[in-house]
């Protein structure tokens, strides 16, 4: 099988901290995002990668290079939305000649540099054949409370504990079919809906898709104190 790998890389971090954005953050000798699409530039059944980037993304030149000069000949890029989903549908627009309806794509963040190519291989290998797709997931394992809602930056008092059991936390990469992800996207956008990952748009059409059971190190980089965390799994993995 092959498939095609899009990576949402538009955003812009507020939460990370000033200056840098997090994709581009110094990490174990790369950057954030380079380690984000090691996995797929080491899988040959991945057949491109296309990154969508802020329009006034600066950073992305010197990564490009640096991935050139690897022989990684298979990466492009795209001007991505204000959105994720737009930024995804974006680049799927990109790949409209190349893609057949049915061909899989992938989609994993910019700031998860810490997928084990592991997670990724048992992903393709479980949903190859599926007729949706799905994703990689972790179960909650955290007792969880929801809070009311109160304005002011307050304290929040609890309205009552969440039933944990069929809770899982969403990963990526998130594995669908070229057509119906398209579609899926493009149904939401014109009725004024924004997905917070692609699995919500094909959700919304009344689809199921799978929950892969992946490493709950695949995080995602929010703050700057989460790259101590990424460089220590990275570091684990190498020993």
Excluded at 74 to 83: D, M
Excluded at 217 to 233: F, S
Aim: with cysteine; net charge neutral; proline share 6%.
């Amino acid at each position: 099988m092959r498939y095609w790998l899009v990576m949402p890389a538009a955003g812009s971090g507020s939460r990370f901290g000033p200056g840098v954005r997090k994709q581009y953050a110094p990490l174990e000798g790369r950057t954030v995002i380079e380690w984000a699409l090691a996995p797929f530039l080491g899988d040959r059944r991945c057949a491109q990668l296309v990154v969508a980037l802020a329009r006034d993304d600066a950073d992305w030149k010197k990564v490009a290079a640096r991935l050139a000069a690897s022989g990684a000949s298979a990466v492009t890029s795209v001007e991505g939305g204000e959105r994720r989903s737009d930024s995804v549908r974006r680049a799927l627009e990109s790949l409209a000649a190349s893609a057949s309806p049915s061909d899989w794509v992938l989609v994993h963040d910019a700031a998860r540099p810490c997928l084990d190519p592991a997670d990724l291989g048992r992903l393709l290998d479980r949903l190859g054949t599926h007729p949706v797709g799905g994703l990689l997931a972790t179960r909650v394992s955290d007792t969880l409370k929801r809070a009311a809602r109160i304005g002011g930056g307050a304290d929040p008092p609890v309205t009552e504990t969440v039933e944990r059991s069929d809770l899982w936390r969403a990963l990526t990469p998130q594995m669908f079919r070229f057509g119906p992800l398209c579609a899926a996207l493009d149904g939401a956008h014109a009725a004024g809906r924004f997905p917070s990952d692609e699995a919500e748009a094909l959700e919304w059409l009344g689809e199921r898709p799978v929950l892969v059971e992946g490493d709950s190190m695949n995080l995602k980089i929010t703050l700057a104190a989460d790259l101590a965390l990424a460089a220590a799994v990275l570091r684990a993995r190498r020993a």
